[in-house]
């Protein structure tokens, strides 16, 4: 019997041929993503900053009487902290295209001080994305020099007109660009200066807002005044990025331009040539704007402690480098709690996923003392051992800082209002002395500080009427013990920023334009502040629902 011919294989069935396709196509896209992320690593991102530092600094060296300054939280890793006058926060969400912005929330005004006296700044920021700069430098800024040129150009005017200046030791002449040190600034520009490669319809959408920013600028309470005193000259930015050509015989003074230079820095390549590095011992990957999003990639390393040890993490090269790492910042969590600071262990994700988690960064910048002007006294100011600070707002009696630095900051100090939840109650202190009230970030509970906030307002209260000195804190010093701090300025403060136990209180109207000029009243001092739009609502929550119930006893 002929053996029975053999069966045709079956054809794959449609479904079956599109599974094996989609899964040939995941795993392209989990090669990419390896490839990726063996690029990404950890040494490959703080050989890119330290190269990108190199640049930073050869650009300040060309205006060495420039103060330079870090825009946060991305600028902070591109030079040693010593090399930083201050810091300032410029969101590229306030540029972004159709979002355009100008923020009363991040005005910056000590930025604009310090240039108007050191006549001019540098900052310093950089981007991951394929851009030469971030919308922070090419938009954000831009928009925030025009809104100031335009409102000191008002103020100017105004006096012109009224043969007089708030300041009766300035003359109208000095208004009006008449005396020698002023003559650069007769015609003063306050027009819209943006990059070349904004294209005109964008600026033009943009330079339709100015005036209504202008407005919401001169209504929220800043100190314009001071402004056009310090200011000479008009802001004007200027952008320098590693594909700018300066001819070094050419570099002119910034004391030669009719403007206050503003130049911005970005510190990263923007083009993908030449990724691959070679030093004398190792090879590296560069990546552009390394600095960015610091907690997927720096495993629990500030700035700070970059480049206290830059020189030992950089020579032990890619294979040492995360071991090394986790020493540094294990020593330096320990020595932080042997001097009582608030330091958790750090917990980081496994290598696979290159992540890290999120920290509080170490931010280098200036302190004013109490009833002063921040650009102008630093007599009296309160410094701890590793360069974070306490602000005392205005003459209020209320001061604002870190959790962190709280064995540091306690000089003057009567009582603490602790924000944090995660810090300890210090046995040394008394029930009187000292509340804690674990208020948590919006985005973990968008109620916390809202609940958190009658306490904390009736503890400020019955410490005020005793003439003690508060300090209100909170983990990083620039969010929630702000919103505390401005609850309790608009609660029991009247116009004058004098404490009146909160009888002007009912008679105001709570709006958020009254609030905002509380909040602008509260960052001329604490320059650090950036209360989250989230803590924000809650305390403008809080605010209206107190004032309905005191308007309902009376």
């Known amino acids: 019997m002929a053996a029975a011919a053999a069966a045709p294989e079956p054809e794959p069935e449609p479904a079956a041929a599109s599974a094996a396709a989609a899964a040939a196509t ?6 990419a993503r390896r490839i990726k992320r063996r690029d990404s690593t950890l040494y490959n991102a703080l050989r890119s900053v330290a190269e990108d530092a190199a640049f930073v600094a050869e650009v300040a060296a060309l205006w060495p009487a420039l103060p330079l300054v870090a825009n946060l939280r991305c600028g902070l890793w591109y030079a040693p902290p010593r090399a930083f006058a201050a810091t300032c926060y410029f969101k590229s969400t306030d540029g972004h295209a159709g979002n355009w912005s100008f923020s009363t929330s991040r005005l910056n005004l000590h930025l604009a001080l310090l240039a108007g006296e050191r006549g001019g700044c540098i ?29 000191i150009e008002r103020q100017r005017q105004q006096a012109i007109n009224n043969g007089s200046t708030v300041n009766s030791e300035v003359s109208p ?3 009006n660009g008449d005396t020698e040190k002023n003559s650069g600034s007769s015609n003063w520009d306050s027009s819209v200066h943006l990059p070349v490669w904004v294209l005109d319809t964008e600026k033009n959408a943009i330079e339709g807002h ?10 929220c309470g800043a100190d314009i005044n001071s402004l056009a005193l310090r200011l000479q000259k008009p802001l004007r930015p200027l952008w320098i990025s590693q594909r700018t050509r300066i001819w070094l015989n050419e570099v002119p003074e910034h004391e030669s331009w009719d403007f206050t230079p503003i130049i911005l820095i970005s510190a990263s390549a923007s083009n993908a040539v030449a990724t691959q590095r070679m030093s004398s011992e190792f090879s590296w990957h560069y ?7 610091e907690e997927s990639w720096a495993r629990g390393l500030t700035p700070t402690l970059f480049w206290k040890h830059s020189y030992d993490l950089l020579d032990a090269g890619p294979d040492l480098c995360n071991h090394l790492v986790v020493d540094i910042v294990e020593k330096d969590r320990v020595h932080r709690a042997q001097r009582g600071e608030h330091s958790p262990q750090i917990t980081v994700k496994p290598l696979k996923s290159h992540d890290g988690p999120k920290y509080n960064d170490d931010h280098i910048t200036y302190v004013w003392p109490m009833n002063s002007d921040p650009c102008t006294s630093t007599t009296d100011a309160q410094y701890s051992n590793n360069g974070r600070l306490l602000f005392w707002i205005g003459t209020s009696n209320l001061a604002v800082s870190s959790t962190l630095q709280v064995a540091d900051t306690l000089v003057g100090v009567d009582c603490i209002l602790n924000c944090d939840s995660t810090s300890k109650l210090p046995s040394n202190s008394s029930e009187n002395s000292y509340l804690e009230l674990p208020i948590v970030g919006s985005k ?15 503890f400020a209260k019955r410490n005020l ?16 013990s702000i919103c505390v701090a401005l609850a309790i300025v608009t609660l029991l403060f009247d116009d004058s920023g004098c404490f009146d136990y909160g009888s002007s209180f009912v008679k105001r109207d709570i709006t958020k334009l009254e609030m905002r000029k509380r909040l602008v009243f509260i960052c001329k001092f604490a320059v650090n502040a950036r209360p989250s739009r989230g803590n924000l609502k809650q305390v403008y929550g809080f605010l209206s629902n107190e004032k309905e119930r005191l308007l309902c006893l009376t």
Request: hydrophobic share 40%; glycine share 6%.
């Open 26 to 31: 995941l795993s392209i896209y989990k090669a």
């Open 210 to 219: 100015v005036e209504e920013w202008t407005d919401q600028f001169e209504s």
């Open 173 to 175: 002449a000095m208004w």
């Open 287 to 293: 990546i552009p704007g390394a600095g960015d999003d």
């Open 444 to 458: 973990e509970d968008r109620f916390s500080l809202m609940k958190n906030l009658p306490k904390a307002v009736d």
């Open 123 to 151: 900052i310093v920021d950089s981007t991951r994305r394929g851009k030469r700069f971030p919308d922070s430098m090419s938009k954000t800024i831009p928009i925030w020099c025009c809104v100031l040129n335009r409102a």
């Open 465 to 480: 009427i005793a003439g003690r000195k508060i300090l209100v804190c909170c983990q990083n010093g620039e969010d929630i």
